[in-house]
């Protein structure tokens, strides 16, 4: 369960709110995505009352730690949500900032056809490594 969003924002034309965060298992129960960039969606109600909401996904797989995930969120006017962070991203490299795109229109039809809790493809990212000029 993530108890704290660095990035909460309404992130679709009816309000529903998505927060980003790094997955801290405060519940002490496991959790497959334990120090990845994840991300929340439901209703405002569901983070007031304290529910699981709609979904709970990982967004990128940080592999070093819990050095990750003080993310920017942006809301584009077509309703693409990005999310901005850093993490190691892959292993035996030093960290670099990675960005992810989707919308929630996205993520609702992928959960159609997904088990729950499986995360959601990586279908855009862009990358800027230290290494990369």
């Not at 989707?102 to 490594?129: C, N, V």
Request: aromatic residues 10%.
């Amino acid at each position: 369960m993530v108890c704290v969003f660095r990035a909460v924002t309404p992130a679709d034309a009816r309000g529903r709110p998505f927060g980003v965060d790094e997955d801290v298992d405060k519940a002490g129960v496991g959790s497959p995505f334990e120090g990845d960039c994840v991300a929340w969606a439901g209703s405002w109600d569901d983070l007031v009352l304290g529910r699981p909401g709609q979904y709970y996904i990982r967004l990128l797989d940080n592999r070093r730690g819990w050095d990750t995930t003080y993310p920017g969120v942006e809301v584009l006017p077509d309703g693409t949500i990005v999310v901005t962070t850093y993490g190691t991203w892959d292993a035996g490299r030093p960290p670099y900032i990675r960005s992810v795109r989707f919308t929630l229109a996205d993520l609702d039809e992928r959960a159609r056809g997904r088990a729950a809790g499986a995360p959601i493809p990586q279908a855009h990212r862009s990358d800027r490594r230290p290494d990369a000029e």
